[in-house]
């Protein structure tokens, strides 16, 4: 199969191109009406708003004006006769983990203070989810209670994996008469509730819920083992196209086994939750892209599902696919080929569910390099003809850009060699996809001129603290480890970005794209099954093993350790790349403190940045008031920090911004004691 049918496949009707072709452009603009109706402000994924209330001028006098504590920090009990009521009374976190032991996990308790979700705004009220699965609506201008419900997603026993408690928002739907609001619990189901009351939608489903592992292969409910079981949930907020809702799936990441559980897309009902559609994510005989997967190993390999947000142009009716690395991440013995449709972005018409057009990013992959997070429609004007565009960031750091409507890439996309793995059995590919722009906007791959080198000293460390690693240009395969040996293959960016979920925000008013990134690594090793390990793998991951340490916590590599980087998407170029934070706990260290340093960054969370008429907004963890976490406020032009205020935890979920009886707020969710909480600042 040519290369360029792994790439891109577009099948756009000639009607649909007529119609497009003389009917005028549309404009993405973002959250309207002062509103928040989805988990990125719209289906576009812009995280912008054009209120304008806050800006510049007043940001440094923003105050919390209300604090709600996550729902989790309470005990649910069923009384005869009323239902489900939720008691807190004096109970300490132990004791609520005491109470109710159905929610433990291997022997530990839910995590609570991962309280990542965004919250929505519709209609004066905000809607979010905890990360038990728990829904909740909240009386946006005093943080007053609505409603709670809990499915109870801990009873059927099904661990949501490594990231076992990880919920990052909900879905609004209304037909006009009808409100309702969608979330993925981590036990596989789709629930639906009203959104007045948050009363299950009797007519939905089972009595408000959809059985999402209901006839997936190899998909078994009630395992508690989440290093060995087939396991599946939902993590991210389904998006509701029109009248369809499509959830996001997450599926094991780390396991011994070859055989997993495939992550289908899906389209349900809005209003009955019937099947309205499946894609195979991996594709079956004679489907486009089945061949990529030889030695029949789409019958039995897994994941290829997309655990993050989606985007959705609704005007075209399509939805924007980011599909993560198939099963195992990192080792791709048993499934050669370049895996079509792993580490793509498929456009589908969110109706039907029949394929417009895609794009593979890398081809069989072997460093979890799945797109991270709802790619960002936006319209530019390129070589002065007006597009409508959607734009994928990258753990990798790179950005590709793509028609939305027919998938022609904006700028040449080039195929350039990639080094080849020496592991028995593994087939790297020879050539991965290297946009020709807007450049990266975060270091890829390790050389020895990549290391620390504040001082000749501090040089000399680092190389020191590599010897035992592998290191090599982005897409350097993963190693063999090999006991006082070879310890694995140094890979940049990690397998967590570079850009991770929080994504990247769109200016609709000047095609600026604005992306928050971290200068990580990984370890990509490799070990053979362990004695006793019933598995059917022949290498898995290796967990556990020493690290690339440099001496009294130094930095291994360059800085900066955090950036924002604003890209002119009309032209591909940056404009402006800033630190996040100044990074004092580097530049305070007893062999730096003398040397006056920049700001080096390394100050932010994976809290992703809000938009807004005139300003960005992003949380970072130091500089505030005793040195605390803070949320800054940037010009948009120059990414010049103008003011900050504190806030009472650090941030976990991006920022939103909604108005009610005009005066404009600003929530997002935030670390606390003894449970995180939603906070909303405003203006005295």
Same mark, same amino acid.
């Given at each position: 199969?040519?290369?360029?049918?792994?790439?891109?496949?577009?099948?756009?009707?000639?009607?649909?191109?007529?119609?497009?072709?003389?009917?005028?452009? =549309?404009?993405?603009?973002?959250?309207?009406?002062?509103?928040?109706?989805?988990?990125?402000?719209?289906?576009?994924?812009?995280?912008?708003?054009?209120?304008?209330?806050?800006?510049?001028?007043?940001?440094?006098?923003?105050?919390?004006? %209300?604090? %709600?504590?996550? !729902?989790?920090?309470?005990?649910?009990?069923?009384?005869?006769?009323?239902?489900? #009521?939720?008691?807190?009374?004096? *109970? @300490?976190?132990?004791?609520?983990?005491?109470? $109710?032991?159905?929610?433990?996990?291997?022997?530990?308790?839910?995590?609570?203070?991962?309280?990542?979700?965004?919250?929505?705004?519709?209609?004066?009220?905000?809607?979010?989810?905890?990360?038990?699965?728990?829904?909740?609506?909240?009386?946006?201008? @005093?943080?007053?209670?609505?409603?709670?419900?809990?499915?109870?997603?801990?009873?059927?026993?099904?661990? @949501?994996?490594?990231?076992? %408690?990880?919920?990052?928002?909900?879905?609004? =739907?209304?037909?006009?008469?009808?409100?309702?609001?969608?979330?993925?619990?981590?036990?596989?189901?789709?629930?639906?509730?009203?959104?007045?009351?948050?009363?299950?939608?009797?007519?939905?489903?089972?009595?408000?819920? /959809?059985?999402?592992?209901?006839? &997936?292969?190899?998909? /078994?409910?009630?395992?508690?083992?989440?290093?060995?079981?087939?396991?599946?949930?939902?993590?991210?907020?389904?998006?509701?196209?029109?009248?369809?809702?499509?959830?996001?799936?997450?599926?094991?990441?780390?396991?011994?086994?070859?055989?997993?559980?495939?992550?289908?897309?899906?389209?349900?009902?809005?209003?009955?939750?019937?099947?309205? =559609?499946?894609?195979?994510?991996?594709?079956?005989?004679?489907?486009?892209?089945?061949?990529?997967?030889?030695?029949?190993?789409?019958?039995?390999?897994?994941?290829?599902?997309? %655990?993050?947000?989606?985007?959705?142009?609704?005007?075209?009716?399509?939805?924007?696919?980011?599909?993560?690395?198939?099963?195992?991440?990192?080792?791709?013995?048993?499934?050669?080929?370049?895996?079509?449709?792993?580490?793509?972005?498929?456009?589908?018409? !969110?109706?039907?569910?029949?394929?417009?057009?895609?794009?593979?990013?890398?081809?069989?992959?072997?460093?979890?390099?799945?797109?991270?997070?709802?790619?960002?429609?936006?319209?530019?004007? #390129?070589?002065?003809?007006?597009?409508?565009?959607?734009?994928?960031?990258?753990?990798?750091?790179?950005?590709?850009?793509?028609?939305? /409507?027919?998938?022609?890439?904006?700028?040449?996309?080039?195929?350039?060699?990639?080094?080849?793995? $020496?592991?028995?059995?593994?087939?790297?590919?020879?050539?991965?996809?290297?946009?020709?722009?807007?450049?990266?906007?975060?270091?890829?791959?390790?050389?020895?001129? $990549?290391? !620390?080198?504040?001082?000749?000293?501090?040089?000399?460390?680092?190389?020191?603290?590599?010897?035992?690693?592998?290191?090599?240009?982005?897409?350097?395969?993963?190693? *063999?480890? #090999? +006991?006082?040996?070879?310890?694995?293959?140094?890979?940049?960016?990690?397998?967590?970005?570079?850009?991770?979920?929080?994504?990247?925000? #769109?200016?609709?008013?000047?095609?600026?794209?604005?992306?928050?990134?971290?200068?990580?690594?990984?370890?990509?090793?490799?070990?053979?099954?362990?004695?006793?390990?019933?598995?059917?793998?022949?290498?898995?991951?290796?967990?556990?093993?020493?690290?690339?340490?440099?001496?009294?916590?130094? +930095?291994?590599?360059?800085?900066?350790?955090?950036?924002?980087?604003?890209?002119?998407?009309?032209?591909?170029?940056?404009? =402006?790349?800033?630190?996040?934070?100044?990074?004092?706990?580097?530049?305070?260290?007893?062999?730096?403190? $003398? &040397?006056?340093?920049?700001?080096?960054?390394?100050?932010? @969370?994976?809290?992703?940045?809000? &938009?807004?008429?005139?300003?960005?907004?992003?949380?970072?963890?130091?500089?505030?008031?005793?040195?605390?976490?803070?949320?800054?406020?940037?010009?948009?032009?120059?990414?010049?920090?103008?003011?900050?205020?504190?806030?009472?935890?650090?941030?976990?979920?991006?920022?939103?911004?909604?108005?009610?009886?005009?005066?404009?707020?600003?929530?997002?969710?935030?670390?606390?004691?003894?449970? +995180?909480?939603? /906070?909303?600042?405003?203006?005295?």
């Amino acid at each position: 199969m040519k290369r360029r049918w792994l790439r891109r496949f577009a099948v756009v009707s000639s009607s649909v191109a007529i119609a497009l072709a003389i009917d005028p452009l =549309w404009a993405q603009q973002g959250a309207a009406g002062g509103e928040w109706r989805s988990y990125a402000g719209d289906l576009g994924a812009t995280k912008y708003s054009p209120l304008s209330q806050i800006d510049a001028r007043n940001f440094g006098t923003l105050r919390v004006v %209300w604090r %709600w504590q996550s !729902a989790d920090r309470f005990l649910s009990r069923t009384i005869p006769g009323r239902g489900e #009521v939720w008691a807190n009374a004096s *109970l @300490t976190f132990d004791q609520l983990n005491k109470a $109710d032991p159905k929610r433990w996990r291997d022997g530990e308790p839910p995590t609570i203070t991962n309280f990542k979700a965004t919250p929505l705004m519709v209609g004066g009220r905000l809607y979010l989810n905890t990360p038990t699965s728990v829904g909740a609506a909240i009386d946006g201008k @005093t943080g007053q209670t609505i409603w709670i419900y809990n499915p109870k997603s801990y009873e059927a026993g099904t661990t @949501t994996m490594s990231a076992r %408690w990880n919920q990052r928002g909900v879905a609004y =739907w209304t037909d006009g008469s009808d409100e309702r609001i969608f979330w993925g619990t981590g036990d596989g189901y789709l629930v639906a509730v009203d959104a007045k009351t948050g009363v299950p939608v009797e007519s939905f489903g089972d009595r408000g819920r /959809v059985d999402l592992m209901e006839g &997936l292969p190899y998909a /078994v409910r009630g395992s508690r083992d989440w290093l060995n079981a087939l396991t599946y949930s939902v993590q991210s907020p389904p998006i509701v196209v029109r009248n369809t809702v499509i959830t996001p799936a997450s599926i094991s990441s780390y396991n011994i086994l070859k055989e997993q559980i495939p992550g289908w897309a899906r389209g349900l009902d809005a209003r009955t939750g019937k099947l309205k =559609w499946t894609f195979h994510t991996i594709p079956r005989p004679g489907e486009v892209g089945n061949e990529t997967w030889q030695d029949d190993s789409w019958s039995y390999t897994g994941k290829v599902s997309g %655990w993050t947000t989606y985007s959705a142009d609704e005007k075209l009716g399509y939805v924007y696919l980011p599909l993560n690395t198939a099963a195992p991440d990192y080792y791709g013995g048993h499934r050669p080929g370049d895996n079509l449709f792993a580490e793509s972005l498929v456009c589908l018409d !969110a109706e039907t569910g029949k394929r417009v057009w895609h794009y593979q990013f890398v081809h069989h992959g072997l460093w979890d390099y799945d797109p991270p997070a709802a790619p960002n429609l936006l319209d530019i004007t #390129v070589n002065g003809r007006r597009l409508n565009a959607v734009a994928q960031v990258t753990k990798q750091g790179f950005v590709f850009t793509f028609d939305r /409507v027919t998938g022609e890439p904006v700028w040449p996309i080039q195929e350039r060699p990639a080094p080849p793995s $020496d592991v028995p059995g593994e087939h790297a590919a020879a050539t991965q996809p290297f946009p020709t722009r807007p450049a990266p906007f975060e270091y890829q791959g390790v050389t020895i001129d $990549d290391l !620390a080198d504040f001082t000749p000293e501090i040089r000399a460390m680092a190389v020191a603290a590599i010897r035992n690693f592998r290191i090599g240009p982005l897409y350097t395969p993963p190693s *063999l480890f #090999v +006991p006082g040996g070879n310890q694995g293959t140094l890979g940049r960016p990690s397998a967590g970005g570079g850009a991770n979920w929080s994504g990247a925000a #769109v200016d609709p008013d000047t095609g600026m794209l604005y992306v928050p990134s971290r200068n990580s690594m990984s370890i990509f090793r490799l070990e053979a099954p362990r004695p006793g390990q019933k598995g059917t793998l022949l290498y898995l991951e290796r967990r556990g093993g020493s690290m690339p340490r440099m001496p009294e916590s130094l +930095p291994l590599f360059k800085p900066p350790y955090s950036r924002m980087t604003a890209i002119n998407m009309n032209t591909g170029e940056h404009v =402006w790349m800033v630190p996040l934070g100044d990074g004092n706990g580097i530049r305070r260290h007893p062999m730096l403190k $003398d &040397l006056n340093l920049p700001a080096v960054g390394g100050d932010s @969370t994976t809290s992703g940045p809000l &938009l807004t008429k005139t300003l960005i907004v992003h949380a970072i963890t130091t500089g505030g008031t005793s040195n605390g976490p803070r949320l800054v406020a940037r010009d948009k032009a120059t990414g010049r920090d103008i003011a900050s205020v504190d806030l009472p935890g650090l941030a976990i979920g991006t920022p939103m911004t909604y108005m009610i009886d005009n005066k404009q707020y600003i929530a997002l969710t935030v670390a606390g004691e003894p449970a +995180p909480e939603l /906070v909303a600042l405003a203006l005295p």
